[in-house]
């Protein structure tokens, strides 16, 4: 089986680029060894109102500490992070996005949670998704899993017992499934997505939502269908974030054949307003989404 660094010396990438990808993929390791010892809130939020576990705080802690000592990264925006953190001894133009442990309130029930990346080459993560250079995340589930896109196809790589990634699929191409999920409450979502929904209900599409964004975008890259977490009453802009959740996982579903919207136009055109910018997320095949866009557009 192909390992992670045989496929990346296939690709267009520079060196410094490869060695930054490994590096972050390494960390699955270290991560995963914290999830039994680093479980217990702590009386602290983000920026975001979201109560933090000590894994989301040691986690971006840890990816921070080796962004800097590796001098591979020079700017690294983060969920968990007010600003933007800036890496003056950086040899590389590599500005980062990232949400270290999305999802990180269900590692207490053992579900999947994972470290979504976004990886721009000019410096700035201000800037649209369409302009990444490379997008990943590590998925750590019963298996510890890559997902990557370097702009040349995505590709999942699952670790082995030494700690190497081995590749379990190439050029992943997303079908147009039948599965279906919206975030927000039901009582809270607005008409538009209501009878969309029901739409898919009818059609027999199938419930599949886990409260991990990067594990439910990593099983509709497998099987298709719609994944939403929509504009809902009293919350237009929706809950999830355009740098660190909608821009690099859409970036990957964009790279294997899907979409990614707001429900009226492409999230990967949007150009940043701050750091904490929010969006109303369809993401999965291509198909149900230029139909939601239709239909929401005709309305
Ligand atoms: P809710 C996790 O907190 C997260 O940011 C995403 O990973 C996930 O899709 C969503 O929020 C879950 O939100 O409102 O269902 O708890």
Redesign the pocket.
């Known amino acids: 089986m192909t390992t992670l660094r045989e496929y990346l010396d296939t690709t267009s990438c520079k060196e410094d680029l490869k060695e930054l990808i490994e590096l972050i993929a390494r960390q699955a390791e270290p991560i995963r060894k914290a999830f039994i010892t680093n479980q217990e809130y702590v009386d602290t939020e983000n920026i975001y109102g ?1 109560e933090q576990i000590a894994l989301d705080k040691w986690s971006n802690k840890h990816m921070m500490e080796v962004f800097k000592k590796s001098k591979l990264v020079k700017a690294a925006a983060s969920e968990e992070e007010a600003e933007i953190i800036k890496f003056p001894e950086a040899k590389t133009e590599y500005a980062l996005t990232m949400d270290p442990l ?2 990180s ?1 269900l590692v207490q029930v053992n579900l999947a949670v994972g470290t979504i990346i976004g990886i721009y080459d000019n410096g700035e993560v201000m800037q649209p998704g369409r302009n990444l250079r490379a997008a990943m995340y590590m998925l750590y589930g019963p298996m510890t899993v890559l997902g990557l896109t370097v702009k040349e196809g995505v590709h999942i790589f699952a670790m082995n017992d030494e700690g190497e990634y081995l590749m379990l699929e190439k050029d992943v191409r997303i079908p147009e499934g039948e599965l279906y999920a919206s ?2 409450l039901k009582k809270d979502w607005l008409p538009k997505h209501a009878k969309f929904i029901e739409k898919l209900e009818e059609e027999g599409y199938k419930l599949r939502y886990s ?4 594990a ?1 975008v990593h099983q509709y890259l497998k099987y298709g269908g719609l994944f939403s ?1 929509p504009a809902y009453k009293g919350k237009e802009t929706g ?2 974030r355009l740098l660190f ?1 909608a821009n690099p996982m859409g970036y990957i579903v964009t790279q294997a054949g899907g979409r990614i919207s707001t429900g009226y136009a492409d999230i990967l055109d949007i150009m940043p307003e701050k750091i904490d910018h929010r969006v109303p997320i369809y993401i999965g095949s291509k198909g149900v989404i230029e139909r939601l866009e239709k239909e929401f557009k005709e309305e």
């Open positions: 979201e999305d999802g309130s975030g927000a409260g991990s964004f990067v439910d977490y809950k999830l959740e």
